[in-house]
């Protein structure tokens, strides 16, 4: 008879604790569990109920496909990752693949570790230009490579456009100069949002019982954003680019 799993809501930054703790992982369904009753040592990551696969408020049909959405500079590296406490980002994200099928949701691929490409969880935002506020509608299951196409502006800077311009050619059957005509109204869009400094909403996570750290203000944004990009050997404050005019473009 097969033994139930206890399971642990496991951060990847606590992975090597909990291991030394005694958790074991399972590969089939990428979770830690104890492998006995009572270990007081794995008792911080003790498993929450799960998040329901729909969040209150959530539109699940909401910027559905693939297609170029970049992020406003006020709110660079500052997603919802970053805004949830660790355990219940690690339990968002497993509600996001599962309701998935672990399937990408934009061309249906699987995880696939020989080609690094992984399965990952990107927002879909609706924006209020009047209020200021930016209100959180969606998550969706992405591959790297469409996660990639979605943040088409870093993948400008990290020197992998023409993978990214590939991709979305290749999922939306758009044709090269369709593609090209999607990116510039993305930026388009990017250039007049990012002129504001947005409020988050973030209710559907509150009201599913999701733990938030204070989202960050807009001043901070900007510092995170600078020292990220800084980390990574890029230039910290770019100007925005439609395709075709040599210059880098953002997220």
Same mark, same amino acid.
């Given at each position: 008879?097969?033994?139930?799993?206890?399971?642990?809501?496991?951060?990847?930054?606590?992975?090597?604790?909990?291991?030394?703790?005694?958790?074991?992982?399972?590969?089939?369904?990428?979770?830690?569990?104890?492998?006995?009753?009572?270990?007081?040592?794995?008792?911080?990551?003790?498993?929450?109920?799960?998040?329901?696969?729909?969040?209150?408020?959530?539109?699940?049909?909401?910027?559905?496909?693939?297609?170029?959405?970049?992020?406003?500079?006020?709110?660079?590296?500052?997603?919802?990752?970053?805004?949830?406490?660790?355990?219940?980002?690690?339990? $968002?994200?497993?509600? %996001?693949?599962?309701? @998935? &099928?672990?399937?990408?949701?934009?061309?249906?691929? #699987?995880?696939? /570790?020989? !080609?690094?490409?992984?399965?990952?969880?990107?927002?879909?935002?609706?924006?209020?230009?009047?209020?200021?506020?930016?209100?959180?509608?969606?998550?969706?299951?992405?591959?790297?490579?469409?996660?990639?196409?979605?943040?088409?502006?870093?993948?400008?800077?990290?020197?992998?456009?023409?993978?990214?311009?590939?991709?979305?050619?290749?999922?939306?059957?758009?044709?090269?100069?369709?593609?090209?005509?999607?990116?510039?109204?993305?930026?388009?869009?990017?250039?007049?949002?990012?002129?504001?400094?947005?409020? $988050?909403?973030?209710? %559907?996570?509150?009201? @599913? &019982?999701?733990?938030?750290?204070?989202?960050?203000? #807009?001043?901070? /944004?900007? !510092?995170?954003?600078?020292?990220?990009?800084?980390?990574?050997?890029?230039?910290?404050?770019?100007?925005?680019?439609?395709?075709?005019?040599?210059?880098?473009?953002?997220?």
């Amino acid at each position: 008879m097969a033994v139930e799993r206890i399971w642990l809501d496991v951060p990847y930054a606590e992975k090597d604790a909990a291991k030394q703790g005694g958790a074991r992982w399972d590969p089939a369904v990428k979770r830690w569990y104890a492998p006995r009753p009572g270990m007081a040592e794995l008792a911080r990551w003790a498993a929450a109920p799960d998040v329901p696969d729909l969040l209150p408020g959530e539109d699940r049909s909401l910027g559905s496909g693939l297609f170029v959405d970049l992020v406003p500079q006020t709110c660079w590296f500052t997603n919802v990752r970053s805004c949830v406490d660790q355990k219940d980002w690690e339990r $968002l994200r497993r509600m %996001i693949t599962r309701r @998935a &099928g672990r399937r990408c949701e934009a061309c249906g691929a #699987a995880e696939d /570790r020989e !080609r690094r490409r992984w399965l990952e969880a990107h927002e879909r935002w609706s924006y209020d230009e009047a209020a200021r506020v930016q209100t959180l509608k969606r998550l969706i299951c992405l591959c790297t490579d469409c996660h990639t196409v979605t943040h088409y502006g870093y993948a400008q800077v990290r020197g992998v456009e023409a993978e990214a311009f590939a991709h979305l050619v290749k999922v939306t059957r758009m044709s090269s100069a369709q593609a090209r005509e999607h990116i510039a109204a993305a930026f388009e869009v990017w250039e007049r949002r990012s002129r504001i400094a947005w409020e $988050l909403d973030l209710g %559907i996570l509150t009201d @599913a &019982g999701i733990t938030l750290a204070p989202p960050p203000g #807009a001043t901070h /944004r900007a !510092r995170v954003s600078d020292a990220t990009l800084r980390a990574e050997g890029r230039p910290a404050v770019p100007p925005a680019r439609r395709p075709g005019s040599g210059r880098a473009g953002w997220r």
